[in-house]
């Protein structure tokens, strides 16, 4: 086995454990040592939409240190037609605040997920992920959420939510929260849930006129729309609207 | 206009299928309001979800014609569009989706199934604000989620928006008059007959108390128990039914 070949990663990895093991096998090893370095200045603020579709497929690595009081929010959609994975990596300074808001949606065969750390390295530190999973077909969505409290980062708050909708049986959705506290006055809060779509509101939709591919798509709007409700209007309705614009082309 | 004839319908439920209706039998003409009374269980919603095409609700005999066209062939969303209306019970909340989005899509929808050109934004607000006033509810009450966050009258208002928006043909209104206070009660009730009063309209009250029918007058009062019209009479049935309750129907 050559050097390059054992550097890549495989699902015996636990930070891999949920990816597509074929799609790990064409990786290149330089790619993965590749990361999107951002540095957010003390007070300053950041915000950035980071779209992996059809275009933008493969593996995306962003790595942010936020300094003391500084601002910074990704907003997410991974919805490419092949193995699609984003990872983010956050320090948080002193007082610091990040954002995290993702969609996964899609159908085929494909694995999208989100893999993100956020390191609260200072006391104050405030940290919120909603993420939410759309899928269909053999399509699988992944969120992994690694949140590390340092010993000395009290006051810390950290949330992150996790749901997903199955739209077809043999779609399926995985999550792994791991909290590594090493404080002790601190709040982190993480939720999932895995379901499909509500069969009451469905029919109440229905009984207004709206046909099912309609009925679906408000549906999918509703449920999404948590996940970028955090960001300014224009952006998140942007966002928004290329999800559902991956939903319309889907056979359902 | 409504001929219900012999209408026998189960319900799923977690011990299986279960008989509701057994042999109910019902005609509204054009230009009548008819109310339906009846004890619990007496399968006084059944009816509603049955004619509303509810999955779940499974016909096993007996016919329901609409406007001359058989109802229970055709979907829930197209027996909306052919002007079928029906008033939830429990209006159904839907994070994520304004009221003015979920109706436009709605109106257009039928629109479009009737082969009519759909409503431009300045002509569906207009229509919207017209209703709205009507039913004196908030224009910035629609602008939000569909039900989310409304007490349980203000659900049954909009539900009555939502019927002048959509102006249909027929209403079968399961139980609006539930939660309202005296003065949203007449409201609603001022309501209904300015929306649904025409020679070519027609109304099927479905109400626990008498109150409703002050309002609004019916031609016909039924009263329904196990399943089926056992008694129908005038409005002064209704009264009657105030006074003595349900003791003697149900001995019947």
């Given at each position: 086995?050559?050097?390059?070949?054992?550097?890549?990663?495989?699902?015996?990895?636990?930070?891999?454990?949920?990816?597509?093991?074929?799609?790990?096998?064409?990786?290149?090893?330089?790619?993965?040592?590749?990361?999107?370095?951002?540095?957010?200045?003390?007070?300053?603020?950041?915000?950035?939409?980071?779209?992996?579709?059809?275009?933008?497929?493969?593996?995306?690595?962003?790595?942010?240190?936020?300094?003391?009081?500084?601002?910074?929010?990704?907003?997410?959609?991974?919805?490419?037609?092949?193995?699609?994975?984003?990872?983010?990596?956050?320090?948080?300074?002193?007082?610091?605040?990040?954002?995290?808001?993702?969609?996964?949606?899609?159908?085929?065969?494909?694995?999208?997920?989100?893999?993100?750390?956020?390191?609260?390295?200072?006391?104050?530190?405030?940290?919120?992920?909603?993420?939410?999973?759309?899928?269909?077909?053999?399509?699988?969505?992944?969120?992994?959420?690694?949140?590390?409290?340092?010993?000395?980062?009290?006051?810390?708050?950290?949330?992150?939510?996790?749901?997903?909708?199955?739209?077809?049986?043999?779609?399926?959705?995985?999550?792994?929260?791991?909290?590594?506290?090493?404080?002790?006055?601190?709040?982190?809060?993480?939720?999932?849930?895995?379901?499909?779509?509500?069969?009451?509101?469905?029919?109440y939709?229905?009984?207004?006129?709206?046909?099912?591919?309609?009925?679906?798509?408000?549906?999918?709007?509703?449920?999404?729309?948590?996940?970028?409700?955090?960001?300014?209007?224009?952006?998140?309705?942007?966002?928004?609207?290329?999800?559902?614009?991956?939903?319309?082309?889907?056979?359902? | 206009?409504?001929?219900?004839?012999?209408?026998?319908?189960?319900?799923?439920?977690?011990?299986?299928?279960?008989?509701?209706?057994?042999?109910?039998?019902?005609?509204?003409?054009?230009?009548?309001v008819?109310a339906i009374m009846g004890?619990n269980?007496?399968?006084k919603s059944?009816?509603a979800?049955?004619?509303?095409?509810?999955?779940?609700?499974?016909?096993?005999?007996?016919?329901?014609?609409?406007?001359?066209?058989?109802?229970?062939?055709?979907?829930?969303?197209?027996?909306?569009?052919?002007?079928?209306f029906l008033g939830f019970q429990y209006p159904v909340e839907?994070?994520?989706?304004?009221n003015?989005?979920?109706?436009?899509?709605?109106?257009?929808?039928?629109?479009?199934?009737?082969?009519?050109?759909?409503?431009?934004?300045?002509?569906?607000?207009?229509?919207?604000?017209?209703k709205a006033a009507l039913l004196r509810m908030d224009?910035?009450m629609l602008?939000?989620?569909v039900n989310v966050g409304f007490s349980g009258g203000e659900k049954k208002r909009n539900e009555m928006v939502q019927m002048g928006?959509?102006?249909?043909?027929?209403a079968v209104l399961d139980e609006t008059d539930s939660g309202l206070d005296i003065d949203a009660l007449r409201i609603v009730g001022e309501g209904i007959n300015a929306i649904m009063r025409?020679?070519?309209?027609?109304v099927l009250l479905i109400t626990h108390y008498q109150r409703l029918l002050d309002y609004v007058k019916p031609?016909?009062?039924?009263?329904?128990?196990?399943?089926?019209?056992?008694?129908?009479?005038?409005?002064?049935?209704a009264?009657?039914l105030e006074?003595?309750?349900?003791?003697?129907?149900?001995?019947?």
């Open positions: 086995m050559s050097e390059a070949a054992t550097l890549l990663p495989t699902t015996r990895d636990e930070d891999w454990r949920y990816a597509e093991p074929a799609a790990l096998a064409t990786l290149a090893a330089p790619d993965l040592a590749a990361w999107d370095e951002m540095v957010v200045a003390p007070g300053e603020s950041l915000t950035r939409e980071c779209v992996l579709d059809a275009g933008h497929s493969g593996v995306r690595r962003l790595r942010l240190t936020l300094g003391a009081g500084a601002k910074a929010a990704i907003f997410a959609l991974a919805s490419a037609d092949s193995y699609t994975r984003l990872e983010v990596e956050v320090t948080l300074g002193d007082g610091a605040h990040f954002e995290f808001g993702g969609v996964t949606i899609g159908g085929g065969e494909h694995v999208r997920e989100f893999v993100t750390r956020c390191i609260h390295a200072a006391p104050n530190a405030t940290s919120n992920q909603v993420v939410r999973a759309v899928h269909w077909g053999r399509a699988t969505g992944n969120f992994l959420g690694r949140i590390e409290v340092a010993r000395d980062a009290q006051k810390t708050d950290a949330g992150q939510n996790f749901r997903a909708i199955l739209l077809e049986k043999g779609a399926s959705a995985n999550t792994k929260p791991e909290l590594e506290i090493f404080a002790d006055d601190v709040k982190c809060a993480h939720g999932a849930a895995i379901g499909a779509l509500d069969r009451t509101a469905g029919f939709m229905a009984a207004r006129g709206l046909p099912p591919e309609i009925v679906r798509k408000l549906q999918v709007q509703a449920f999404i729309a948590d996940a970028f409700e955090n960001a300014e209007p224009e952006m998140g309705e942007a966002l928004l609207d290329r999800a559902l614009g991956v939903l319309e082309g889907a056979a359902l | 206009m409504l001929k219900i004839e012999n209408l026998h319908a189960e319900v799923e439920t977690a011990d299986g299928p279960k008989a509701i209706l057994n042999g109910l039998t019902l005609e509204v003409g054009a230009g009548e008819h004890p269980g007496a399968g059944t009816l979800y049955a004619l509303g095409g509810r999955p779940g609700y499974e016909i096993t005999q007996g016919s329901v014609t609409f406007d001359g066209q058989d109802l229970l062939a055709m979907e829930p969303h197209e027996r909306a569009a052919a002007g079928f839907i994070p994520g989706v304004s003015v989005q979920f109706l436009r899509e709605a109106a257009n929808a039928q629109r479009k199934t009737r082969g009519q050109e759909p409503l431009s934004g300045g002509e569906f607000l207009k229509l919207a604000r017209e224009m910035d602008k939000r989620p928006i959509l102006d249909p043909k027929f025409g020679a070519d309209k027609g031609d016909k009062v039924h009263i329904l128990a196990k399943g089926r019209i056992v008694k129908t009479g005038g409005p002064e049935l009264l009657e006074r003595e309750g349900y003791a003697d129907v149900e001995a019947a």
